[in-house]
């Protein structure tokens, strides 16, 4: 039952990460693994200690390559490291996703990818989605959908994450704005978010280059300055570095935490 105290209290208690000094604070920066893949698969343990030497306090996952649940965080406590978020969908057991999520003493749970081609099957995918939620609340967790660019084109009249919002529940049901899709979606990050009411918890912070390309933080075009200035009263309490696709992972997530620690805003 500790382990559960401790995620409910992180999850409900934690300040907005964006307050009024105008940076983000060290220890809200994280980084998505699935970033690191290419490195993980050969070396996990030298993969994480090279993460900590960088500055990171916090990864988000998306794997734990063959280990357990239990033996992925004694690694990451080894190196000062702590999960506070993982990329898991709702199919499948849900119940051992979340089993693993206090192990690894995390806080949030996100599901990162959907795609239908009907209204109805958003809306089914939305009570999926809740009830996930639900069980996740129980927990002493917080449950989050990642967004990529085509929630946002309409599928029978209907945007897919106008749905996914009104078919779920603000106290099951987070979101983890990826801001390279927003705008590669063709929407304003701030106007989306301020539309939420309050709904967004986590950014992924990924960056665009000028002819659309995933991007290293700083390098490309988004003005994540603007973004997390205007979206200062937001709450948002994680800003996850991410590269879908980087030709050298290390430099990119050092270049990204190094991105966001210096940032003013």
């Given at each position: 039952m500790a382990a559960l105290g401790l995620a409910a209290g992180q999850a409900t208690a934690a300040p907005a990460a964006a307050g009024p000094g105008g940076r983000v604070p060290r220890s809200a920066i994280s980084v998505q693994l699935y970033t690191l893949r290419s490195l993980l698969e050969q070396d996990v343990p030298g993969t994480l200690a090279e993460l900590a030497a960088i500055g990171y306090q916090k990864v988000e996952l998306a794997g734990t390559y063959g280990y357990t649940a239990a033996e992925f965080r004694a690694l990451l406590d080894r190196f000062g490291?702590?999960?506070?978020?993982?990329?898991?969908?709702?199919?499948?057991?849900?119940?051992?996703?979340?089993?693993?999520?206090?192990?690894?003493?995390?806080?949030?749970?996100?599901?990162?990818?959907?795609?239908?081609?009907?209204?109805?099957?958003?809306?089914?995918?939305?009570?999926?989605l809740d009830e996930a939620g639900a069980k996740a609340r129980r927990a002493g967790l917080r449950f989050g959908y990642h967004n990529h660019g085509h929630e946002f084109q309409l599928v029978d009249g209907e945007r897919p994450i106008d749905i996914i919002l009104d078919h779920t529940q603000r106290q099951n049901v987070h979101l983890e704005v990826d801001l390279y899709w927003v705008v590669d979606g063709g929407v304003d990050p701030v106007d989306f978010v301020h539309s939420t009411g309050g709904r967004v918890r986590q950014y992924h912070v990924k960056d665009r280059s000028a002819s659309g390309e995933w991007a290293d933080l700083g390098t490309g075009t988004i003005d994540f300055g603007r973004i997390f200035r205007e979206t200062r009263s937001a709450g948002v309490r994680e800003f996850v570095v991410e590269h879908d696709n980087p030709s050298d992972p290390l430099t990119t997530v050092r270049v990204g935490y190094e991105y966001l620690r210096d940032l003013r805003f």
């Open positions: 490291l702590r999960a506070t978020s993982s990329h898991n969908g709702v199919e499948g057991d849900f119940d051992q996703v979340v089993a693993d999520a206090l192990t690894l003493g995390q806080s949030y749970v996100a599901a990162p990818w959907a795609m239908f081609d009907t209204a109805e099957g958003w809306r089914s995918y939305a009570r999926q």
